[in-house]
């Protein structure tokens, strides 16, 4: 499995972006880049996915690095419920292997 | 998007006695399920892949006899944790994938959150 580094901790202001970088060096040609997040006492819920071109969805966008070896979460403006721990997790996408987890950034979001 | 449920969400027993718990895919059939624990402040571990039809898949240091998991639909999965000891207190969480639909996409539980007196 490709390992990750995030930042254990971030903090942002409420209304402002948020940049939440992650290093995947070693990520495989066919890994998917994937993101989740986990409220408190929750299971994780899907955030974005991409494999090469950026992504956009309702929650957030996702810039990947030319070289892939590095991606960031951008969530446009954080409100108090997107305080939570985000993962992020290279995948080959197959439908029979789990999703493995790093240690992930825990997100505070100040009001 | 896909449901997946867990129940109960939260369950105290004494030491020594078993408890199960239920994971259902509500809205998409799971070939495959995937069992979960994290303990305060950690991160998501790994437990076992669950098959539908046969045995499970457990992880290097997960034991199999005491974390069983049945798989015996295409909506269904249970953990039961035999002999239940203060140490086996965690947040179980059960995950599945819908291929079909978005196979990029592993839909969670809610968790179970086990407390062992």
């Known amino acids: 499995d490709a390992k990750t580094t995030q930042p254990n901790s971030m903090e942002s202001n409420e209304e402002e972006p948020v940049h939440l970088p992650c290093n995947h060096s070693t990520i495989s040609g066919t890994d998917y880049i994937h993101w989740y997040r986990q409220l408190p006492s929750q299971g994780p819920e899907y955030v974005i996915h991409?494999?090469?071109s950026n992504v956009n969805n309702r929650m957030a966008s996702l810039a990947i690095a030319e070289d892939r070896k590095s991606s960031t979460l951008i969530l446009h403006r954080a409100t108090l419920r997107d305080a939570a721990v985000y993962y992020c997790i290279p995948d080959l996408n197959s439908g029979n292997t789990p999703l493995v987890f790093g240690k992930g950034t825990r997100l505070s979001v100040i009001a | 998007g896909a449901v997946v449920s867990q129940h109960p969400s939260w369950v105290i027993c004494k030491s020594g006695t078993s408890v199960k718990i239920e994971c259902r895919s509500l809205d998409f059939q799971a070939t495959t399920m995937f069992w979960y624990r994290q303990f305060p402040k950690q991160s998501l571990m790994l437990m076992a892949t669950s098959n539908e039809g046969s045995k499970a898949t457990y992880e290097q240091g997960v034991e199999k006899d005491k974390f069983l998991i049945n798989h015996a639909s295409l909506t269904l999965s249970t953990l039961t944790v035999t002999s239940a000891h203060p140490e086996d207190s965690s947040f179980y969480i059960c995950?599945?994938?819908?291929?079909?639909?978005?196979?990029?996409?592993?839909?969670f539980g809610p968790g179970t959150r086990l407390l062992v007196l």
């Open positions: 995950s599945a994938r819908d291929p079909p639909k978005g196979r990029e996409t592993q839909y």
């Open positions: 991409g494999l090469t």
